[in-house]
């Protein structure tokens, strides 16, 4: 409950029938919706022909009855669930990404963030290319297109494409004949893929959207593997495995990936139980209640109250169905915008010394706004304690994790964020604690470069959301 958005969510099936693959996405992507609600579609291949919706809003504004009867029927589809963290919320930016060539068609859906995309767009556009799009994605697409006009196959032009990309990309790509899964070689954003009784394989950024198509988990796709589903069976293409360490976000575990998912081989559910546990270790207090902040703050507040013994309670409601219709609040609301996404139940907080969890702090309104909260509804104490460490520096792989000058613990001390949140005692997962939280069974590398421990993948050097977003100015009349 950090006023973070979510990336992206992506999904593709390749199936050997021709039944309601348009209806399995939409499934899929239902599960995914958590990670992006900006805007979602859906990409259809009948033998080489491609159908395609996409929109604004969340999947069940998007796509109704008709729309997805409109799709059509075919044996490979991909679909996308998106927060845009380069590009306008514009239509146009809506993914999958549909791109044309001589060779044939390609569509294609990406979660993660590209550092190099301003120089790689400016080399394409030089050479005449012309983008419909601001996002990133469409910068992969069209140098996957470009070296496909050179290359044998889809896969061998991913190849080639993939040493000029640097950042993190969790793809799928479906070209006429072919469902293609790719992860960048740091292994940045999740992905896996299972397969259904009826022989239709799933790809998917996590495994909850598998479970909700009723495909068993097969495996994670391995840091820089290219896998590609046909009638020829599945082929995995390892030329960029291995050459570089695993650097899975931390993020994915503390905030952004359902609990239900289990990525890297490591249960969501359980690293967030595991952070409460850590947590009640650190930062003990004395404190008649335990409460988390839905919905990245219950499991590790049911953690900390097994490893300290205080009640756990449900102390919030909050209020999921916020579609496409709600009316967006003006700038003064916007900051009370967790009064209508959460309300107290009272009974569980009056009186009490409270111990509340939350996943972390960006600039300290939104904590504020709930400690708060907590004593409207007659908290006696507020103790909060945070599941991420300290945010002091930007994220460039796909989340809007601000520059350092707009977080708080980059700018205050422990003590001058207590007093700015207004709560009795505050405590932060300490960085040494992250690899405990995921398992220690095996060397998982991870990424942690918004806590102030480097950027695996480089940083851009050109940045910002809207960096395509060309003024009147920087263009010729
Ligand atoms: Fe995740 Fe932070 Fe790394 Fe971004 S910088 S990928 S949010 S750990």
Same mark, same amino acid.
């Given at each position: 409950m950090n006023g973070l958005r979510e990336e992206c969510g992506v999904f593709g099936l390749w199936s050997p029938h021709r039944f309601e693959v348009a209806r399995t996405v939409y499934y899929g992507l239902f599960s995914l919706q958590h990670r992006g609600q900006e805007s979602c579609g859906i990409v259809v291949n009948d033998d080489g022909v491609f159908s395609e919706y996409k929109d604004l809003g969340i999947v069940n504004d998007v796509f109704t009855n008709e729309r997805l009867d409109a799709l059509g029927e075919g044996s490979i589809a991909v679909g996308h669930t998106r927060y845009g963290t380069t590009g306008q919320t514009d239509r146009n930016n809506a993914q999958p990404i549909v791109v044309n060539h001589i060779k044939g068609g390609?569509?294609?859906?990406?979660?993660?963030?590209?550092?190099?995309?301003?120089?790689?767009r400016q080399a394409l556009e030089l050479q005449g290319s012309i983008f419909q799009t601001t996002s990133d994605t469409e910068v992969i697409a069209y140098l996957i297109t470009k070296e496909r006009l050179t290359s044998e196959s889809i896969q061998e032009a991913i190849n080639s494409a993939m040493n000029k990309i640097r950042g993190a990309y969790s793809l799928v790509i479906m070209s006429p004949a072919k469902l293609i899964a790719v992860r960048d070689p740091h292994g940045i954003r999740p992905l896996c893929y299972g397969v259904t009784e009826d022989g239709t394989y799933v790809v998917a950024s996590e495994s909850c959207a598998l479970d909700a198509v009723s495909a068993k988990f097969v495996?994670?796709?391995?840091?820089?593997?290219?896998?590609?589903?046909?009638?020829?069976?599945?082929?995995?293409?390892?030329?960029?495995?291995?050459?570089?360490?695993?650097?899975?976000?931390?993020?994915?575990?503390?905030?952004?990936?359902?609990?239900?998912?289990?990525?890297d081989g490591v249960s969501v559910h359980s690293a967030r139980v595991n952070a409460g546990k850590?947590?009640?270790?650190?930062?003990?207090?004395?404190?008649?209640?335990?409460?988390?902040?839905?919905?990245? +703050?219950?499991?590790? !507040?049911? /953690? @900390?109250?097994?490893?300290?013994?205080i009640p756990y309670a449900m102390g919030f409601i909050k209020n999921k169905y916020i579609g496409r219709?709600?009316?967006?609040?003006?700038?003064?609301?916007?900051?009370?915008?967790?009064?209508?996404?959460?309300?107290?139940?009272?009974?569980?907080?009056?009186?009490?010394?409270?111990?509340?969890?939350?996943?972390?702090?960006?600039r300290g309104t939104t904590s504020k706004n709930i400690v708060q909260k907590l004593r409207d509804a007659g908290a006696k104490e507020v103790h909060l304690r945070l599941t991420a460490p300290e945010f002091i520096d930007a994220c460039y792989y796909g989340t809007d994790i601000p520059d350092s000058k707009n977080l708080l613990a980059a700018n205050h001390s422990l003590e001058e964020m207590k007093e700015i949140i207004g709560c009795d005692s505050l405590g932060f997962l300490?960085?040494?604690?992250?690899?405990?939280?995921? +398992?220690?069974?095996? !060397?998982? /590398? @991870?990424?942690?470069?918004?806590?102030?421990d480097g950027y695996p993948a480089g940083r851009p050097q050109t940045n910002g959301k809207y960096r395509f977003e060309r003024k009147l100015s920087d263009k010729d009349e």
């Amino acid at each position: 409950m950090n006023g973070l958005r979510e990336e992206c969510g992506v999904f593709g099936l390749w199936s050997p029938h021709r039944f309601e693959v348009a209806r399995t996405v939409y499934y899929g992507l239902f599960s995914l919706q958590h990670r992006g609600q900006e805007s979602c579609g859906i990409v259809v291949n009948d033998d080489g022909v491609f159908s395609e919706y996409k929109d604004l809003g969340i999947v069940n504004d998007v796509f109704t009855n008709e729309r997805l009867d409109a799709l059509g029927e075919g044996s490979i589809a991909v679909g996308h669930t998106r927060y845009g963290t380069t590009g306008q919320t514009d239509r146009n930016n809506a993914q999958p990404i549909v791109v044309n060539h001589i060779k044939g068609g390609m569509a294609l859906a990406h979660n993660g963030n590209i550092v190099n995309s301003f120089e790689l767009r400016q080399a394409l556009e030089l050479q005449g290319s012309i983008f419909q799009t601001t996002s990133d994605t469409e910068v992969i697409a069209y140098l996957i297109t470009k070296e496909r006009l050179t290359s044998e196959s889809i896969q061998e032009a991913i190849n080639s494409a993939m040493n000029k990309i640097r950042g993190a990309y969790s793809l799928v790509i479906m070209s006429p004949a072919k469902l293609i899964a790719v992860r960048d070689p740091h292994g940045i954003r999740p992905l896996c893929y299972g397969v259904t009784e009826d022989g239709t394989y799933v790809v998917a950024s996590e495994s909850c959207a598998l479970d909700a198509v009723s495909a068993k988990f097969v495996r994670d796709v391995d840091p820089g593997e290219i896998l590609v589903f046909s009638r020829d069976g599945i082929e995995s293409i390892r030329d960029h495995c291995g050459s570089t360490d695993r650097n899975i976000c931390i993020f994915e575990y503390i905030y952004f990936a359902r609990p239900d998912s289990v990525i890297d081989g490591v249960s969501v559910h359980s690293a967030r139980v595991n952070a409460g546990k850590a947590l009640a270790q650190d930062w003990p207090v004395d404190a008649d209640v335990v409460i988390g902040v839905p919905d990245s +703050g219950l499991d590790a !507040a049911l /953690g @900390y109250a097994y490893q300290s013994g205080i009640p756990y309670a449900m102390g919030f409601i909050k209020n999921k169905y916020i579609g496409r219709t709600f009316i967006a609040p003006g700038q003064k609301q916007r900051e009370r915008m967790v009064d209508i996404k959460l309300n107290v139940i009272k009974d569980e907080v009056k009186g009490k010394r409270v111990v509340l969890i939350d996943d972390s702090v960006v600039r300290g309104t939104t904590s504020k706004n709930i400690v708060q909260k907590l004593r409207d509804a007659g908290a006696k104490e507020v103790h909060l304690r945070l599941t991420a460490p300290e945010f002091i520096d930007a994220c460039y792989y796909g989340t809007d994790i601000p520059d350092s000058k707009n977080l708080l613990a980059a700018n205050h001390s422990l003590e001058e964020m207590k007093e700015i949140i207004g709560c009795d005692s505050l405590g932060f997962l300490k960085k040494e604690r992250l690899r405990e939280m995921i +398992g220690e069974k095996e !060397a998982r /590398g @991870y990424c942690s470069a918004c806590f102030g421990d480097g950027y695996p993948a480089g940083r851009p050097q050109t940045n910002g959301k809207y960096r395509f977003e060309r003024k009147l100015s920087d263009k010729d009349e």
